[in-house]
């Protein structure tokens, strides 16, 4: 296992330097071919301090976290400041085309995008939860980022940065678009995932040391699952129109209801047993789902 310290890059210019390519038309912004990337023995790790939005074909030695992925067809990442993106053995694919597209946080300062960006879940995912492009999809993606390189490279004046920040949102939103359609159209891979979600929380909860382990938290189902706990989270709103929140109260409730009806446990033996310190909050809690308190459902049954 590879223990080298991530290299942090912490401007546009520093990529343009570590390249040998000749200093960036903006301080806060730039856009590189894929072609240009050479190996480097000495860094197969980075971390920078902007957001990175690439579309790559044909890589099949990328890894975002810990996760491997390969690919032919056009596929888009999304990087936001402060992640890990790193290669295999140090090695550049020979076959890597594309291109990346660097954005400062800075230069979203005091513009419509500076706080809108926060709302793209997809800076959150990791490679294996990228956003496969059809054809079309790429040509309007790779339109979209002409007119930024077009932007990019013509002389700054006043209206550059307004221009260039009315195509990002443009591209963002297209993204959105796209990523909705994956959801869609990957039913089987989905509904895979969301099988083997509603079993891990079943699982969880009847487990013996569950009040030990306390209720079940996002990150911990999405941990099981190998995917962040963001794309999760869209996945989710997309197939049931539910939060991954709600989801795992969903389920706690229907265990709830299965011991008030088959058991004799007290109210707070069930509680207990579902991972509360406190039968008031799961008393709480059922009644806010079922619109009657544990006692009241149990009575219901004779």
């Not at 520093?14 to 480097?40: A, F, T, V, Y």
């Not at 053995?89 to 005091?110: C, K, Q, S, T, Y």
């Not at 487990?207 to 030990?212: C, I, P, R, S, Y």
Request: hydrophobic content about 35%; charged content about 25%.
């Amino acid at each position: 296992m590879d223990n080298k310290k991530p290299f942090r890059i912490k401007s546009i210019a520093e990529i343009h330097r570590l390249m040998n390519l000749p200093k960036p038309q903006h301080p806060l912004i730039g856009i590189i071919d894929l072609k240009w990337l050479k190996n480097d023995p000495n860094i197969n790790s980075v971390i920078s301090d902007f957001y990175v939005v690439s579309l790559k074909r044909g890589c099949d030695k990328l890894f975002y976290g810990q996760q491997k992925y390969d690919f032919d067809e056009g596929l888009m990442a999304f990087i936001s400041p402060g992640q890990i993106l790193r290669g295999e053995e140090a090695g550049v694919p020979h076959n890597l085309d594309g291109w990346m597209l660097f954005i400062h946080p800075d230069f979203l300062w005091n513009t419509s995008l500076a706080k809108k960006i926060k709302q793209y879940e997809y800076f959150g995912y990791s490679t294996n939860e990228a956003l496969f492009l059809s054809d079309k999809e790429e040509t309007i993606i790779n339109g979209i980022l002409d007119n930024i390189r077009q932007e990019y490279n013509a002389n700054l004046d006043k209206f550059s940065q307004d221009v260039i920040i009315a195509q990002l949102e443009v591209l963002f939103t297209y993204a959105q678009r796209f990523y909705e359609r994956q959801f869609i159209t990957r039913k089987i891979t989905n509904s895979k995932i969301l099988e083997r979600l509603e079993a891990e929380i079943s699982s969880y909860f009847d487990n013996e040391d569950v009040l030990a382990k306390g209720l079940p938290t996002v990150q911990y189902v999405a941990d099981k699952l190998h995917i962040t706990t963001k794309y999760l989270s869209s996945l989710l709103k997309q197939l049931t129109g539910q939060t991954t929140q709600q989801l795992i109260h969903e389920k706690l409730i229907d265990k709830a209801k299965e011991r008030l009806s088959t058991t004799e446990l007290s109210v707070g033996e069930i509680a207990y047993e579902l991972g509360f310190e406190h039968s008031q909050s799961f008393s709480k809690l059922f009644k806010l789902k079922t619109n009657l308190s544990p006692l009241a459902f149990r009575r219901s049954f004779n």
